[in-house]
């Protein structure tokens, strides 16, 4: 590996840590801020009671000795905890049952949205001023301004509802299909422009032009150069939405009741589960993060003329 390479990468993983610490300090701050507790909700729980149920999980503590207590047990055991309000659960158990879903769900829409995207972008820029191209464009456009909870409810509405043909209810297989197309609709789009433009201007380039002067067939010119050329934009984009997407779309999960971990980290505020909160929060920031790390090494590969600096 090139020596510069390897101390970029050394660097960004400095600062992703960094930056998962200011996310975990930030969080656990503003989260014991707001007024309330886990416990305040709790029916015909006594005064004492209540009190003894703080010191159980060390939340009679002062603020700064919990956070230390907390930072000490992720950073060095990478425990997060009991849950405060999933009696006998540990976070890190709904955690990973959450991620299950949410991880197959994530995957599926985004590698469909990519491969669904490039296809029409490249489609879309071979075809320009066609009616191919307008109609993706306007379908893109349109796909792109709607956003993702009235999609769910439109697609809900017409296959699970009207037309029967779908459950309602993403605990089945079947019932993934309907939240899979929610969260790929969006991606789709903006991977579908992203490749139109991008391609659009490789295609104009000097070296396209001169490759076509040199005889090169119009395959190896499309595949060779400017398809390779135009994904460049795509990975910076496709890296952050793979980790949005797999980490679960908080609205989409609840619209179609997948028990993902968006839906439990959804939960866990309503609930006001400290734990819960915590580790969800540190499992999506860090996976946002790594991801982004992935995205910029990925330019390195397609194109070895990037310099990581």
């Not at 191919?132 to 999609?151: E, K």
Request: hydrophobic share 55%; aromatic share 10%; no cysteine.
């Amino acid at each position: 590996m090139n020596p510069k390479t390897l101390k970029y990468i050394v660097k960004r993983l400095i600062l992703a840590v960094f930056t998962v610490w200011v996310v975990i300090t930030v969080t656990f701050f503003i989260m014991h801020a707001v007024p309330g507790g886990p416990f305040v909700g709790e029916k015909a729980v006594s005064e004492a009671a209540q009190k003894a149920m703080e010191a159980k999980y060390g939340l009679d503590k002062p603020l700064f000795a919990q956070y230390t207590t907390y930072l000490k047990d992720v950073v060095l055991h990478l425990d997060f905890g009991p849950s405060l309000k999933q009696r006998g659960r540990d976070v890190i158990d709904i955690i990973t049952d959450g991620l299950k879903t949410s991880a197959k769900l994530g995957l599926i829409a985004a590698f469909l949205a990519l491969i669904i995207g490039v296809v029409l972008g490249a489609i879309a820029a071979l075809r320009r001023n066609t009616f191919f191209d307008r109609v993706i464009m306007v379908l893109t456009t349109a796909l792109i301004s709607m956003p993702s909870f009235i999609m769910g409810t439109l697609l809900l509405v017409a296959f699970a509802i009207k037309m029967h043909m779908l459950p309602a209810n993403g605990s089945t297989a079947a019932g993934l299909i309907l939240p899979v197309i929610t969260l790929m609709l969006y991606p789709m789009s903006y991977i579908t422009r992203l490749t139109r433009s991008s391609m659009l201007d490789v295609l104009g380039q000097d070296y396209v032009r001169t490759a076509k002067a040199k005889g090169v067939s119009r395959l190896r010119i499309i595949f060779g150069h400017a398809l390779k050329n135009a994904l460049i934009p795509v990975i910076t984009y496709f890296g952050p939405m793979l980790a949005y997407i797999v980490t679960g779309s908080l609205v989409v999960e609840q619209i179609f009741a997948v028990p993902g971990i968006g839906r439990a980290f959804v939960n866990s505020i309503t609930n006001r589960d400290y734990t819960l909160i915590m580790g969800t929060t540190i499992i999506l920031a860090t996976f946002i993060v790594i991801m982004n790390l992935v995205s910029d090494i990925l330019y390195k590969v397609v194109d070895p003329r990037i310099t990581l600096e």
